[in-house]
């Protein structure tokens, strides 16, 4: 919303700065956007005097000035034709910064002759397109500030614009009356009243109105309108140009620039349809589907069906409280006026704005809600305005529908405003700051004014006060502590989120947080892509899908590291990953991946390729972080990215996965750009069982000092057998003296023969009442040979 | 047996290796040596010569097998001091290497603001991304056709053909967190929502996603001036500046009543900005007390209960910070940008310890 200081005081008496009241209406919510001052780019401009003008001794086209100023009389080069004796002009000296030719001037020399500043035209000062010549004043005196000489002669020019932002429940300020009341209510000026003109119309309007029975819910509230003849359009008057210039609107012909000067001036839009070009009465009904209108912006509209639209006998002529039509439109030949004046409802206008992609001013103001009680009286403000400007005669009013009752009134609870504010605002005050603002106070009860949609409850009232009392005064009062030392806060899968993160970064992981929008061809590669998981309105292609794991936007950063030419990756993420479209399915995961070598190939050669051992490794480190139990299965049979033979499942019992880890499909790396190896982990922390025991006691620990014993054993076993079930069969030969089994060779085929390999283990036994002799070590040997023979079909190796 | 004595010494220092040594020791201390040849003789002897002869071969013996111990000794010494002559390393080479990890600074700075909120005596609350229209807007009092929604910029959800539920929705904000906590334990709270939310924009300042931290407290009597009073607790305590300013402007959201924006203090000085001093001022949050259409909606009385409620944007204070210039780069996860704005593994912000290093 624009508008400019002289407009703000039609409404408001005030010897208040511009600044001042830009930061009050930024202190009352309505924030400032942009103050602009065009006095700023011409203050240093001052008038001078011709005295005497020659021809320039070597240029046809120019003359050797001598000019009067404030700084005596100086010697100017001047190419412009009305360059002579006698006139008055705006002189710029060197130093001065010209805005229109984006020039600082300094002393020049033009064709041999020195010529000390400018005399400027007011293109050159940007106050009009005009460069025939320079500034001819009709008056000022020699030294005067130019921008002094213009505020008394011509303010509109040094007229300071500001605009504000508009919340979406100001619609009151979306005219300068109700900025002037917000204003005045702050005690920053007194509002003056609105002049309220009364017209008798002469004879019944000949253009009838009818609501139909559809528009009249949800659609038309009420549509007046009169007939003014005779009238006489044409440029509107220079004052009303200069406002709709100021805040950036086109003159257009009087009548229309009435109906923009109260859409502006008093948030009330009004249409004017030129009454010649209207044929039988105006029917306001809901659109047909398909029917079209070409708009006064010339486009063409077509009508999806429902929107409330204004017809005559010839269809379609206007886009209710939106848009008036092209054919019907008031021209410079106008001479008969239909002026209209209508509440709309407010919903629908939004719908239909929405519907045809239309952001008039007409629509911003409807939408959001214009004050109905005004509806009958704006009609003969304007009318007047119309008739002081283009003469002729009004008609009576014609109306259909009624304005309808907007009264209600809440009660205001001034303890109850102080204790939310907590500002102490005395009682009188905050009935004061109400009726400032145009409420109605009877008792505690507030009648709110027509003009406030937005007023729909005591807390609203609450606002109201706040706001004029000003939130910048606001002091802070301390929030009551909670007693004692502050308690933990995190829930115990947000603390695994902080110990998983943490641990991965130790591990030497570079987190990242990726979108959580895909491409359809990456999410679907990962289980995803589907419809449920689809956004409506993407912002773009690359981003169209809900991810169903983090992995693709790992992958997807890794390849552009690797484009960057960062070819050794070590990425994690930990985030929520979406297997739905519902608020339910969404599950918090960590992912990491690792792409290339361990590190840069070194000295001591200890760079290799990463394999699925160090995602083993750094999965399993991080599965203990965040309390997974010791004892976890290791399972095949994961998602379809992995490499099928080269990947496991950390598993409670065969339904209950905690993790994945393993290398890529080769297939999926291929599609994500990724070039060479690639090998990640995936954890679900909120499926690790929470531990069962309360407290922070540990067990005792037990010690036992007898030695123990280390035995090697190695066995030959069909190449698919898996080192876990054979260290479990060994384990399970005696659970008591069995410390620990750990497998420390693997040998594949050569002369073991095709499909078998060696498994090595290290078996330490520890006895716990005496010292283990060889035959006690045998026994549990045999033991062990037995069981892993009978798990695995294999033999202990010769 | 002074001869003695001095033939083995001499011998003994003349050594050159451990198998010298040993031929001297069996030589002169072994079974069939000299010394105990000499040893056999005493029985022979008349019990005056024993007398003094005896001590005096076992002190002997002794003088000769230490000097042997000694000299095996300083043997294996300069064996040693010989071998580790030849042990050089080149130790300017480099280390295998060790992966340096990082911690994102979205993570780091929501860390950082728990750690401030849970002193407060704020809980972290969370909530779905994909949430209900209702979650997002209606029960934040936004209605259907309020502008408020189209101002969103709203991702939303694809709906099935025959599904007439409204679309759901990215959650815009994190406010439906309020709701969706006071609905499951009531009123009175205090909690923080960290989180994703999104919008459709992107240009230089904006990204579709980004992250924002809702914070609520409810109770009988908490006031707008608690309000003030917490969030400038906050900023002092997070940009680790004493007595940092916060002005309130008057606004509108629809879910708080009244609202205002917040500024922090700051200074522009050579295109730099300074948090906490000077005389100019930098939007940084929207607050209000919570409407009581929102704590209604959330089954909580609003003639018993009210408070406040804040949203502030998690990147935009992590860039204010720590001087991260750009918001699309957190989201691109570009090596060098992770190394050079994260955080080590174990720097965990504490009260105690200080947020940052």
Redesign the interface.
């Known amino acids: 919303m624009k508008f400019t200081l002289s407009w703000l005081k039609e409404h408001l008496d005030t010897t208040a700065s511009v600044d001042e009241i830009a930061e009050t209406l ?4 309505l ?1 400032v956007e942009e103050v602009v001052n065009p006095a700023d780019k011409l203050k240093s401009f001052t008038l001078a005097k011709v005295v005497h003008a020659e021809q320039h001794p070597d240029a046809d086209r120019l003359r050797v000035c001598k000019v009067m100023t404030n700084e005596g009389e100086k010697q100017i080069v001047c190419g412009a034709p009305n360059a002579r004796e006698g006139i008055t002009v705006v002189l710029a000296k060197p130093g001065d910064y010209v805005p229109g030719i984006d020039t600082t001037l300094s002393i020049g020399n033009i064709r041999g002759v020195e010529s000390h500043g400018m005399m400027a035209s007011e293109r050159e000062l940007e106050l009009s397109d005009e460069h025939n010549g320079i500034i001819e004043l009709p008056s000022g005196e020699v030294g005067q500030k130019f921008t002094d000489w213009l505020a008394e002669n011509d303010p509109a020019k040094v007229d300071p614009m500001i605009e504000i932002a508009i ?4 619609q009151d300020a979306l005219g300068v009356h109700g900025i002037a009341r917000d204003l005045a209510a702050r005690g920053l000026g007194t509002l003056k009243p609105l002049a309220k003109a009364t017209i008798t119309g002469q004879g019944a309007c000949p253009i009838t109105v009818t609501i139909d029975e559809d528009a009249k819910t949800d659609g038309c509230e009420v549509f007046a309108g009169r007939l003014i003849t005779g009238v006489k359009n044409g440029p509107s008057p220079q004052w009303l140009q200069d406002r709709l210039r100021a805040i950036g609107l086109r003159p257009i012909s009087t009548l229309v620039d009435v109906t923009n000067f109260f859409t502006f001036d008093r948030n009330r839009p009004l249409h004017v349809f030129d009454a010649d070009k209207v044929t039988g009465g105006l029917r306001i009904h809901r659109a047909a589907e398909g029917a079209t209108l070409t708009g006064l912006d010339e486009k063409e509209y077509t009508f999806p069906g429902g929107q409330v639209v204004i017809s005559d006998d010839n269809g379609v002529e206007s886009i209710g409280g939106v848009m008036g039509g092209l054919s019907t439109g008031c021209t410079e030949a106008t001479t008969n006026v239909f002026l209209e004046a209508a509440v709309w409802d ?2 629908q206008i ?2 239909t704005g ?1 519907a045809l992609k239309i952001n008039s001013d007409a629509r911003y103001r409807n ?2 809600g214009i004050d109905p009680e005004y509806n009958m009286q704006g009609l003969d403000d304007a009318t007047q305005m119309i008739l002081d400007l283009c003469g002729g005669e009004a008609s009576e009013v014609v109306i259909a529908g009624e304005v309808p009752d907007t009264s209600r009134a809440y009660e205001l609870k001034p303890a109850r405003v102080i ?5 102490d605002i005395p009682e009188a005050e905050q009935r004061r700051s109400l009726e400032a603002l145009g409420f109605r106070l009877e008792g505690n009860m507030a009648h709110v004014p027509s003009w406030r949609h937005d007023v729909l ?4 009232l ?2 109201e006060v ?2 004029i009392a ?3 005064k ?6 009551p ?2 007693p004692g030392v ?1 308690k ?4 115990p899968l ?1 603390k695994r989120e ?1 110990q998983a ?17 895909i491409d359809q061809k990456a999410a679907t590669l990962f289980g995803g892509g589907d ?10 292609s690359d ?1 169209s899908h ?1 991810r169903p794991q983090l992995l693709p936007g ?1 992958l997807r ?1 890794a390849a ?2 690797q484009a ?1 030419g ?1 070819t050794d ?3 994690f993420e ?3 990953a ?1 297997h739905g ?6 599950s918090l995961m960590i992912a990491g991946v690792l792409v290339g070598r ?3 190939k ?3 050669g ?2 290799r390729s990463v394999d699925i051992y160090d995602a083993k490794a750094d999965a399993e480190a991080v599965l203990a972080a965040i309390g997974a139990p010791a004892k976890m299965q290791i399972m095949r049979g994961g998602e379809d990215w992995w490499h099928p033979g080269r990947h496991g499942r950390f598993c409670l019992g065969p339904k209950k996965v905690l993790g994945t880890f393993g290398e890529l499909h080769p297939k999926v790396l291929a599609e994500m750009d990724i070039k060479g190896p690639a090998v990640a982990f995936v954890i679900h922390p909120a499926d690790i069982p929470l531990p069962k025991k309360k407290g922070a006691t540990r067990p005792a620990l037990v010690l036992n000092d007898l030695q123990p014993v280390e035995r090697d054993f190695a066995f030959v076993v069909d190449a698919n057998v898996e080192a876990l079930t054979l260290v479990n069969a060994a384990q399970g030969a005696d659970k008591a003296m069995i410390s620990d089994v750990r497998v420390f060779d693997e040998f594949i085929g050569g002369s073991l023969g095709e499909g078998k390999k060696s498994l090595a283990i290290t078996v330490r036994l520890q006895p716990t009442d005496k010292t283990l002799k060889e035959k006690d070590i045998e026994a549990v040997a045999a033991k062990i040979v037995e069981k892993v023979s009978k798990a695995t079909g294999g033999q202990l190796r010769g | 047996m002074d001869d003695l004595r001095n033939k083995y010494i001499d011998l003994i220092a003349g050594a050159s290796d451990e198998g010298a040594l040993e031929d001297l020791r069996v030589q002169a201390v072994g079974k069939k040596g000299e010394i105990s040849l000499k040893m056999r003789e005493l029985g022979k002897m008349t019990p005056e010569e024993r007398q003094t002869a005896g001590p005096a071969l076992n002190a002997l013996k002794d003088e000769i097998n230490a000097a042997l111990a000694a000299k095996k000794a300083g043997l294996a010494d300069a064996a040693l001091n010989e071998r580790l002559k030849g042990e050089w390393l080149d130790v300017t ?12 600074p ?2 780091q700075v929501t ?1 950082e603001i ?1 750690a401030i909120f ?7 609350a ?1 909530g ?5 229209d209702w ?1 997002n807007f209606d029960a934040l009092n936004i209605p ?5 929604r ?2 969103m910029d709203t ?6 053909e025959g599904d007439d539920r409204p ?2 929705v ?1 959650r815009t904000h994190t406010s439906p967190v309020q709701i969706r906590y006071m609905e499951k334990h009531g009123a009175p709270c205090r909690i923080i929502a960290p989180g ?1 939310v ?1 919008r ?3 240009d230089q300042t904006h990204t ?2 980004f992250n924002q931290v809702e914070g609520l ?1 409810i109770d009988k ?6 309000l ?5 607790e906050f900023f002092s305590a997070f940009f680790e500046i004493d007595g940092i300013k916060t ?6 959201f ?1 879910f708080t ?5 917040v500024d922090i203090q700051c200074s522009w000085v050579d295109g730099q900005l300074k948090i906490g001093e000077g005389d100019g001022w930098l939007e940084v949050l929207g607050s209000g ?1 919570v ?3 929102v704590l209604a909606a959330a089954g909580v009385d609003p003639n018993e209960w ?1 408070g406040f409620a804040f949203g502030m944007g998690i990147d935009r204070i992590a860039m204010l910070k720590y001087g991260i210039p750009d918001l699309r780069a ?7 940008w ?2 050079h704005y ?1 955080f ?3 720097d ?1 912000p504490t009260l105690h310890g200080g947020l940052s290093r």
């Open positions: 930024t202190d009352l919510g924030e919340t979406p429940n100001r407010r919903i939004a719908h929405r939408e959001r204790s939310l504010v907590g500002m409850g005591e807390a609203d609450v606002e706040a706001r000003s939130l910048t606001l002091q802070g009062q301390p929030l502590k909670l502050p933990a806060i995190l829930s947000q902080q993160r943490r641990t991965a970064a130790a591990l030497g992981y570079n987190e990242c947080v990726t979108y959580s929008f419809d449920a998981t689809m956004l409506a309105n993407p912002i773009s981003m809900m790992l950063a552009r590291n960057r960062f990756l070590a990425l930990i985030g929520q979406f479209g519902e608020p339910e399915e969404q361990t590190g840069p070194d000295v001591h200890a760079s | 080479l480099p280390t295998r290497a060790m992966r340096q990890g990082t911690i994102h979205i993570s860390e728990t849970a002193d407060m005596g704020f809980a972290v969370e779905p991304q994909i949430d209900t979650y259907g056709h309020h502008p408020a189209a101002e991702f939303y959800m694809h709906r099935a679309p759901h990215l994703r999104y459709a924009d992107y579709p996603m407290a009597d908490i006031s707008m001036a608690n003030k009073w917490v969030l400038e002005r309130f402007r008057a606004s509108h629809p009543e009244p609202s205002a924006e007390m409407h009581p259409k009210q957190f989201f691109d996860s570009d090596l060098r992770l190394r994260g080590a593994s174990l965990v």
